[in-house]
């Protein structure tokens, strides 16, 4: 009987270990799947900024691109004005100079002391 109570004992460590093991690998594998979670977390994270940096970079640079733009564009308004400036006095001058010719032309027709 003894023999049996110290078999029975032994069997109840035995599970009692067991058990003890099973939990122990229970909580390594929820600390290890917190842990690959976690990872996954910060990945997401990173991809995240990268993507919002590079879509501010891309901003950015359309915004430089269309500034540019502007700017020519400008430049190239403010070149033609000069240029319709200066053809329109230049045509004036012309003008002008005809009429002048013309009056002299008139004036030399009908002078009579010539």
Known sequence: EEEDEEEEEEEEEEE???EEEEEEEEEEDEEEEEEEE???EEEEEEEEEEEQQQ???Q???QQEKNKNKN???NKKRKKN???NK???KNKNKKRKKKKKKKKKK???KYDPHT
């Open 16 to 18: 009692e270990e067991e």
């Open 38 to 40: 976690e990872e996954e």
């Open 55 to 57: 879509q501010q970079q």
């Open 59 to 61: 901003q950015q640079q």
């Open 71 to 73: 700017k020519n564009k």
């Open 81 to 83: 004005k000069n240029k």
């Open 86 to 88: 200066k053809n329109t």
């Open 106 to 108: 008139k004036k030399k």
